[in-house]
């Protein structure tokens, strides 16, 4: 139900400034979800999530299909209510605050263009709608084209463009009116590889050039990780961590974590003692590890994390090096990937360990031992993050339940939502 300004006014009340110490300052934050749950029927699609959104920050919501970003989305842009909690933007309650009111836009997977009109018509639709001026428009139309690349196509039609040109259409589109916040679903989920890693880059720098608050949403870990300042990795509609992409991926929180973000290895073990500092680790290959506690208590089921890039491989008969954790297993299959070579190692607990060996040096990648050879891992302490074990699963190297494809709702057709965001 939509409400009157005045009620909107009140409602922009006495938001505290944000107690997220990443936002600087106490400032208040662009985004505030505040407890939000939303159910559909049975469906738990968000569960009491809260999180706040600095200004300017580029935020991407991270997760397998089904986990609930899109209804996260959905529901900062107005086209879902959350069943519990609140949502603001600006420090305003956007409670029966319909979409085109909202100081936000979207940009889907899919362009919605007018496919009747020119690029530059498409991207002015929203502000001649609005009445602004004719000279205004153009100037504003044509800083929009310059910034997304595209000033020599501006008399072309949408199906005169590449699909990465499309969708840079829909991008100067939404940033014409200037929102305070750029949702975005799965732009980049339409194209082809190579062109999703150029138009990677090109968000970003466009993001940081127009300061604008970008919530992204995206199941491509990697893509998270390139452009991300901060991210939301989000399991069954639960958010399991929130954190800069290094951290996410370097110190992650839980064994969902660990498994969907990069290629994990999850050594199994329980914890055997812990004194408040660290805790000793018996892992189920019969090595014993010393990690930090983080809150362990003995006799938890836990995994110790390390990264495929940060293993050492030896022959098994090479001596340990000091005190470095290490453990012996068989080498099952070695895959030569032109700047590495990929080696998988199974373990005496029958775990699978994938260890990356850069290719910087000919002579070494010949030495590697073979298939069938007894080799040792070892690293860092430093390099292994000891998590919980727990219910959840773990997708590894970032399998998704799904192909990730939005929902056919959430795609609006060009002769609809478009038109009610345009129309601002
Ligand atoms: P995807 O990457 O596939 O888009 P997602 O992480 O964005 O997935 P959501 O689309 O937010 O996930 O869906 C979360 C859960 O809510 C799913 O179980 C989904 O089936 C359910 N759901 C979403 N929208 C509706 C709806 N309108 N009615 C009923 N259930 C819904």
């Not at 899109?70 to 933007?89: H, Y």
């Not at 949403?217 to 399991?235: C, G, K, P």
């Amino acid at each position: 139900m939509a409400r009157s300004l005045a009620e909107e006014e009140e409602k922009t009340q006495e938001v505290t400034a944000s107690s997220d110490p990443r936002i600087s300052g106490g400032e208040m934050p662009s985004v505030r979800l505040q407890n939000v749950t939303k159910r559909f029927g049975d469906v738990v699609a968000v569960d009491d999530m809260s999180v706040d959104i600095a200004r300017g920050e580029f935020f991407t919501m991270l997760g397998p299909s089904g986990c609930g970003k899109t209804t996260t989305l959905r529901m900062v842009a107005g086209f879902e209510e959350p069943t519990a909690g609140a949502i603001l933007v600006d420090g305003r309650h956007m409670e029966g605050v319909p979409a085109f009111r909202r100081p936000t836009n979207t940009v889907f997977q899919s362009y919605a263009l007018f496919p009747h009109l020119s690029v530059e018509e498409n991207v002015a639709f929203g502000l001649r709608r609005k009445g602004v001026d004719k000279k205004e428009v153009t100037r504003r139309v044509g800083e929009e084209l310059e910034l997304v690349g595209l000033a020599g196509e501006r008399k072309r039609k949408p199906r005169q463009l590449s699909g990465g040109q499309q969708q840079r259409v829909a991008l100067a589109r939404a940033l014409v009116n200037r929102p305070a916040v750029l949702l975005l679903d799965e732009p980049l989920g339409a194209l082809d590889l190579k062109l999703r890693k150029g138009l990677q880059v090109e968000l970003k720098r466009i993001q940081r050039e127009v300061g604008i608050t970008f919530v992204y949403v995206t199941h491509d870990q990697e893509e998270a990780l390139t452009m991300s300042d901060r991210i939301a990795v989000m399991n069954r509609g639960i958010v399991e961590q929130v954190d800069q992409p290094e951290a996410v991926y370097d110190r992650p929180r839980t064994t969902f974590v660990a498994g969907f973000i990069g290629v994990s290895n999850l050594m199994p073990g329980a914890v055997q003692s812990a004194n408040g500092h660290d805790a000793e680790v018996r892992l189920d290959s019969g090595v014993t590890v010393t990690a930090p506690t983080d809150g362990l208590r003995s006799g938890e089921r836990v995994h110790a994390v390390v990264r495929p890039e940060k293993l050492q491989l030896d022959p098994a008969e090479t001596p340990s090096v000091d005190d470095r954790p290490n453990v012996e297993g068989l080498l099952e299959s070695s895959l030569y990937l032109g700047t590495a070579t990929q080696v998988v190692v199974r373990l005496p607990d029958g775990v699978s360990m994938t260890v990356l060996v850069p290719n910087t040096d000919e002579e070494a990648r010949r030495r590697l031992p073979g298939a069938g050879a007894q080799v040792r891992l070892s690293w860092a302490s430093e390099h292994m993050h000891v998590v919980r074990e727990e219910g959840t699963p773990v997708h590894a190297n970032g399998a998704m339940d799904g192909d990730g494809a939005a929902l056919p709702d959430a795609i609006p057709t060009p002769a609809e939502p478009a038109l009610t965001e345009e129309g601002k």
